[in-house]
């Protein structure tokens, strides 16, 4: 992983507060990453900061709107180190698929990633957070090779 690392924030309606309020606990530790975030996420936490520090926060497309994908496209490419997404399990969400798409991206790539604010938490509080940590790419030679097979 890169010296600075990079990290995606992400949040349900009903959670931007939740993150918000995580991300104003942990504001000291949230200026030494780069961030990415979902659009209206991003405005939300921007705006909700500004008291406290300005973050500078790359906002990509709302999540229903192809954010959620944009991020997802940047987890594959190597962009992002983490993921943290306070998601909503009891609201349905029309974009749903959007977000499975997301999480498995993240756990396809191998990348940590937070769901609430205690696996927030533990993530941001481990030592690997400083050290320099190489993360294993995965190898998808069987799956290729699969792939490859069907479409004979």
């Excluded at 594959?76 to 997301?102: M, N, R, S, T």
Aim: net charge negative.
């Amino acid at each position: 992983m890169k010296t600075k690392k990079t990290v995606a924030l992400v949040a349900h309606d009903n959670k931007k507060p939740d993150l918000l309020d995580w991300v104003r606990e942990h504001i000291d530790l949230m200026v030494n990453y780069q961030l990415y975030a979902t659009g209206t996420t991003g405005k939300f936490l921007e705006k909700g900061t500004q008291d406290v520090g300005s973050l500078q926060i790359q906002k990509l497309l709302s999540g229903p709107l192809g954010g959620d994908q944009q991020i997802g496209a940047k987890i594959a490419e190597g962009e992002i180190d983490f993921l943290v997404f306070f998601w909503d399990p009891l609201e349905p969400q029309p974009h749903d698929p959007d977000v499975k798409a997301l999480l498995r991206i993240a756990v396809t790539w191998d990348i940590p990633f937070a769901c609430n604010r205690a696996s927030a938490n533990f993530l941001f509080s481990s030592a690997q957070q400083t050290d320099s940590y190489q993360r294993k790419d995965p190898d998808f030679t069987s799956y290729l090779q699969r792939s490859v097979l069907r479409n004979a």
